[in-house]
């Protein structure tokens, strides 16, 4: 993991080298007068004040009880909502256009992964986690893909209106049952088949100073070789040797409990899936992992998903100004069209009982849960479906309270960005809206106003480059 001093030394060059973007040429701004979610699940502040001084929060209060300091601005929320920005711990990207629905290794440059931070940034998203990313490695032969450091750059750079980017590297799998859609990205992850390619694939992964090295264990509905224990437990040995986490995207409640004991600290997913559930020796394990303080902060993505949204949905403003109508249609029309009220209804109960038998089991026992959107993948437009996550989780069985903690100040600890919260040294990331989400947390989508380290997003500018490149179609 990249040593947090040298971030900050990094990120300060970065900002200094932006010329109006540099903290030391802002001014201090006061906020006053909304309703404050602060993200840590306290009873929300009413007409607030906050005060962001050098790209963080100095004072969190109430109206009149922070001072203007001299030279200061002061910008009136009155009518507002403010919420902290939310954090993506397991995206793909790079890889996608989503103007025109196409993938392709060549797209991954330095612009189009800016492009996606920047899509993040426009749905109020602070940072993310790019898991797969198409980055040179070594083929465990003697060679290198020779596939750039694209993702590395980016990781070391702060760009005005953009989310902040951090990387697993290429992760690891049996050959063919990693990352799976495109082909894209099929060859992406380390192909391991032997204890020693194991090591040393962790070993090529950790010059990367990934924040973890993920590993697939799953066949694919027994289409693949799935990554057997051996393995998958010589990569997590290696990789603590060397103080690199590691998260997990695997199936079946055997694996689950091999996974827990062995100290795995994350899963992209939950831990149990495709009908089988958590049982008492798995959530032990968990307890007894948390008593024993051994890796005792353990996260998993939900995988909610888009299934409990309306056709109403899909036709929010919010989706409508970043993907163009007709990808829309062609990636999920049908889908669409099959959409009745009885059918989301149908699908919100299954989410429920999904929550009630397997998320909320875990999450009791200790688990946090943690955005994870899995984007950027073809349908999977890019900030979109972390939003349609979060909401679904409601529907799973948490308050809106619960679902905005688990996507920001949890989420932003379990990625180790300094974000996710309203709160003294906190990174000034939030979002203003025009409605409450503690009410209906679809309000979360009523946008007004993004800041990310304490300056406004350009969302008017983002909103007409895209537009710019639709077919057929006229910026709004």
């Known amino acids: 993991m990249l040593n947090p001093m040298r971030r900050i030394f990094v990120g300060c060059l970065l900002i200094a080298a932006a010329g109006s973007y540099s903290p030391a040429n802002g001014q201090a701004t006061l906020f006053e007068g909304a309703r404050l979610i602060t993200g840590d699940g306290s009873v929300p502040i009413e007409n607030s004040a906050f005060l962001v001084e050098n790209t963080q929060f100095t004072r969190v209060g109430r109206r009149g009880q922070i001072p203007l300091p001299a030279g200061a601005m002061r910008v009136d929320l009155a009518g507002k909502t403010v919420m902290p920005a939310k954090v993506d711990l397991h995206g793909h990207f790079g890889y996608q256009h989503d103007w025109d629905g196409t993938m392709a290794k060549e797209y991954f440059t330095r612009d189009n992964l800016v492009d996606h931070m920047e899509r993040l940034a426009y749905y109020g998203f602070s940072a993310t986690i790019g898991v797969g990313d198409l980055v040179d490695r070594s083929d465990l032969h003697g060679g290198r893909t020779n596939w750039g450091n694209v993702p590395l750059r980016v990781r070391d750079e702060i760009n005005p209106n953009a989310a902040l980017f951090r ?41 990367m100073k990934p924040e973890f090295i993920k590993i697939w264990v799953d066949d694919r509905g027994g289409r693949m070789k799935k990554l057997p224990p051996e393995l ?57 992992r948390i008593a024993k303080k051994d890796r005792p902060n353990m996260w998993f993505n939900p995988g909610a998903g888009w299934t409990g949204s309306s056709r109403e949905d899909w036709n929010d403003p919010l989706l409508r100004e970043t993907v163009p109508a007709k990808q829309i249609q062609e990636q999920w029309g049908d889908y669409l069209a099959g959409l009745t009220p009885e059918s989301v209804a149908r699908a919100r109960q299954s989410l429920k009982q999904m929550g009630t038998t397997n998320a909320l089991k875990l999450k009791a026992a200790g688990m946090k849960i943690v955005l994870g959107s899995d984007t950027g993948q073809i349908r999977f437009f890019i900030g979109w479906m972390g939003q349609l996550e979060m909401e679904n989780w409601v529907w799973m069985g948490l308050t809106p309270a619960q679902a905005i903690v688990a996507a920001t100040r949890d989420s932003a600890e379990a990625a180790h960005i300094n974000s996710g919260l309203v709160a003294t040294g906190k990174s000034a990331d939030f979002i203003v809206l025009d409605a409450n989400p503690l009410e209906n947390i679809t309000n979360s989508r009523r946008i007004n106003k993004v800041y990310l380290r304490g300056l406004e997003v350009d969302r008017t500018a983002l909103r007409a480059k895209w537009q710019k490149r639709w077919p057929n179609a006229s910026p709004r």
């Open 167 to 207: 990387t697993t590297g290429p992760g690891i799998a049996w050959p063919g049952s990693g990352a799976n859609g495109h082909p894209s990205r099929t060859d992406v992850p380390y192909p391991v088949t032997t204890v020693e390619e194991a090591r040393a694939a962790v070993q090529d992964n950790a010059r």
């Open 232 to 288: 998958y437990l010589a990569i997590i040995d290696e990789a603590h040797k060397l103080n690199i986490p590691v998260a997990a995207h695997n199936v079946t409640l055997a694996d689950a409990k091999l996974l827990m004991r062995a100290g795995v600290e994350g899963w992209l997913h939950l831990p149990v899936r495709m009908g089988e559930v958590p049982d008492d020796e798995l959530l032990a394990i968990i307890k007894d």
